[in-house]
């Protein structure tokens, strides 16, 4: 069985920087596209950035463009968020998810394999 376990959270302070990683277990490669959400207390989960199956193209959500970086390694099954100029309003459960396509999407409707999230947590 395929899981998507990530890991990289912690505890930084604002203007810091982090990096995510999303390893898929269970298989030997993947070329499905795959992205980052995250969902902060008492909000919904929100889209953060996806990759496509070639990670040659690449989404990111307003909030985070220029700050973060979504990269992936087929040959490790590994996805990667690296995240920097953090502000509190980052603060949340970072989850890696997986669509059964290889193109781009933000819905998370659209993706079929969640990994069980990340905390970070941005301090002031």
């Known amino acids: 069985q395929v899981q998507l376990v990530e890991s990289g959270g912690g505890l930084v302070q604002a203007g810091g920087s982090l990096r995510l990683s999303c390893a898929a277990s269970?298989?030997?490669?993947?070329?499905?596209?795959m992205g980052w959400f995250r969902q902060a207390p008492g909000k919904d989960r929100e889209f953060v950035a996806a990759?496509?199956?070639?990670?040659?193209?690449?989404r990111y959500a307003d909030s985070v463009k220029g700050r973060f970086t979504i990269s992936r390694d087929n040959a490790k099954n590994t996805v990667y968020l690296q995240m920097s100029s953090l502000t509190p309003g980052a603060t949340a459960v970072y989850y890696c998810?997986?669509?059964?396509?290889?193109?781009?999407?933000?819905?998370?409707?659209?993706?079929?394999?969640w990994g069980q999230g990340t905390q970070v947590t941005i301090s002031t």
């Open positions: 998810a997986e669509t059964n396509g290889v193109r781009v999407t933000t819905t998370p409707g659209t993706y079929t394999l």
């Open positions: 269970g298989r030997t490669s993947s070329r499905y596209a």
């Open positions: 990759i496509s199956g070639s990670g040659g193209l690449t």
